[in-house]
């Protein structure tokens, strides 16, 4: 998730002001969710959260955010105690992403400047690849796409590391023009999406492990929960920089517009009947039949996040519960 707003610089200033008119403190309890994701079992979620109490005397700690267990109801629980947190990096220009392996053991994250596997079962961390800035990610987990190279730097090197050895194994690295710091798509046929801005303006590159260019879509981006693949048609859809949504048919290379108006964050169903869409800040979630543009109102009051569990029967979303706490809410599908 990119963050919409400085919550932390709002937080600060309403906490001085709060301190102009008395002498005695006034604490407030802070939580912010960046990305979501379900466990492909569907059992539960998983989460980055940030929780702390403010202070005037100590009002912000700085984004740290962990991975954190989030059951079937929405309900946040306790953190993993990782080796590192995840913080914003302008070294790298890190979004927060995380990746559940498909077996459900594992979660692949950007912890600090590296890329941890956490076993959720034991809770144990183990470093794989240090100093990375992480795009993509196999849904087994084992192969890792994303580039050591800076922020400032314009030509990135992407490397792709097989993490199914100890160390992991360099596959392949080849290098593009002003890569994206946006967190990209694993498809099938070791492919992968990724975002890249250059000379051509903003588009979604695919290569596959060797290197090779096998598609580019201008005037697209991979943001979480702005992208997502099919893997049983081989369709991935996207958010278009115009706000609408396109689909891209890796079997024919041929691209289409099923949704023309704009969205915030979106899922499609995996048999590509219904997209479930966000288009506002703070608006409503809507069910949107693709044959018949029809749309019903699932929820409203929903801050960010549309997220569909694997079974497809609840979907989960962020919202405010009061100004600077967050938390998930899951709400059963007609």
Known sequence: MIRLFNFHAILFLALLLASCDSITTSDAEVQYVADVEWRPSGSSLLGFVQYFVATVANPDPGEIFKVTRIDASGKIG???????????????????????????????????????????????????????????????????????????????????????VEPARLVCRFDVDSLSSLPGVWLNEGK????????????????????????????????????????????????????????????????????????????????????YYTSAINGPLNKHNMATGEDLKIADNVFWGVFLSPDEKKVAYVYEKKVNFQEVKVVDLP
């Not at 990096?89 to 596997?117: E, H, M, W």
């Not at 893997?231 to 949504?245: E, K, T, V």
């Open 78 to 164: 306790a953190s993993y105690d990782t080796e590192e947190s995840a913080t914003n990096n302008y070294y790298y220009g890190i979004v927060k992403r995380l990746f559940p392996t498909s077996d459900d053991a594992s979660v692949i994250a950007q912890l600090g400047r590296n890329i941890y596997r956490v076993n959720l079962a034991t809770g144990t961390d183990q470093r794989i690849v240090v100093d990375f800035h992480l795009a993509a990610v196999s849904g087994d987990g084992r192969f890792i796409v994303g580039t050591h190279s800076q922020q400032a730097v314009l030509r990135k090197s992407i490397y792709v590391y097989d993490a199914g």
């Open 192 to 275: 992968f999406a990724v975002t890249v801005n250059d000379s051509a303006g903003r588009h979604i590159d695919i290569y596959d492990t060797t290197g090779a260019l096998q598609h580019r879509l201008g005037g697209a981006a991979t943001p979480p929960h702005n992208a997502d693949f099919i893997a049983q048609s081989n369709h991935l859809y996207f958010r278009a920089d115009d706000g609408s949504i396109g689909m891209l048919d890796l079997n024919t290379g041929s691209e289409s517009q099923p949704i023309h108006f704009q969205v915030q964050n979106f899922d499609v169903t995996n048999d590509e009947t219904f997209t």
